[in-house]
């Protein structure tokens, strides 16, 4: 009930300290990750998240380790890599920490990313982990905006 109670406050205190609402320009923001991944890229949907569990290779169900926690508010952008350079398919989560929007960026600023397979190519397990901020996440951020 505690963390029920805890889960509630933080997030009614998220929605309270960042804007309720989060967009950016599909068709650039595509352009963009076509260049990166150098292949079709369409991007889905664009949300704000909290609190993401990303899988990653030293995280399994019932081992002993940590699993990679995105503990603050990100703007995920949700979009879909058509063959990539090993043939796969599949579908990422960024996530991009929702205070990049308004900071000035730091060389060791990361960001969040879940890869998912879609089901054409060779098959692979889902997996994540984190890098930091590059050119592409530099311009997809002047993209992003945050209406309240």
């Known amino acids: 009930m505690k963390r029920l109670l805890l889960l509630i406050f933080v997030s009614a205190i998220c929605a309270m300290a960042f804007p309720q609402k989060v967009t950016g320009d599909k068709s650039a923001i595509c352009k963009i990750l076509t260049k990166e991944h150098k292949c079709r890229v369409v991007v889905q949907d664009i949300s704000k998240k909290y609190n993401e569990t990303i899988t990653t290779w030293g995280y399994r169900q019932g081992y002993t380790s940590t699993p990679l926690v995105a503990k603050r508010c990100c703007i995920c ?9 090993g043939g796969s398919s599949y579908y990422r989560d960024l996530f991009i920490p929702i205070e990049y929007v308004t900071k000035e960026l730091e060389k060791s600023d990361e960001v969040y990313y879940m890869d998912r397979w879609a089901g054409k190519g060779p098959r692979f397990d889902s997996q994540g982990g984190t890098f930091t901020v590059n050119h592409t996440v530099r311009q997809i951020i002047k993209l992003i905006k945050l209406q309240k």
Do not use: R
């Open 77 to 85: 952008i949700h979009y879909y890599v058509d063959k990539d350079t």
